[in-house]
Nanobody, 126 residues
Framework: QVTLAESGGGVVQAGGSLRLSCAPSRRNFGYYAFAWFRQAPGSEREFVAGISRSGGRTRYADSVKDRFTISRDSGDNTVALQMNNLKVEDTAVYYC???????????????????WGQGTQVTVSS
């Protein structure tokens, strides 16, 4: 099991950008697939973007496609979510999730993930 620490949340105006970062605590970063989920008040936690263990495959929720980009950096063992053209409806707590994975599979449901961060708040104002 790894501990995941998110950073980079904040308040931004609609149309702006934020970059979230997730830093796993252990050196088995290379064996893990990762994803970002988000949860708005009164709503269920939903998938935002995922990346395979190899980094060669990604998947996005339709609501963020072409605006968000997930990436992983094996040099500093981090997973990032670049969020551009933010909308008010993107406001939520964003969570980083990880699990042991195969090389190319991307997991898009909370039930597949074993490790979670504490979350970071993203607020988009109009």
């Amino acid at each position: 099991q790894v501990t995941l620490a998110e950073s980079g949340g904040g308040v931004v105006q609609a149309g702006g950008s934020l970059r979230l970062s997730c830093a796993p605590s252990r050196r088995n970063f290379g064996y893990y697939a990762f994803a970002w989920f988000r949860q708005a008040p009164g709503s269920e936690r939903e998938f935002v973007a995922g990346i395979s263990r190899s980094g060669g495959r990604t998947r996005y929720a339709d609501s963020v496609k072409d605006r968000f980009t997930i990436s992983r950096d094996s040099g500093d063992n981090t997973v990032a979510l670049q969020m551009n053209n933010l909308k008010v409806e993107d406001t939520a707590v964003y969570y980083c999730a990880g699990r042991l994975g195969s090389g190319t599979e991307v997991f898009d449901s909370t039930r597949y993930y074993t490790d979670w961060g504490q979350g970071t708040q993203v607020t988009v104002s109009s």
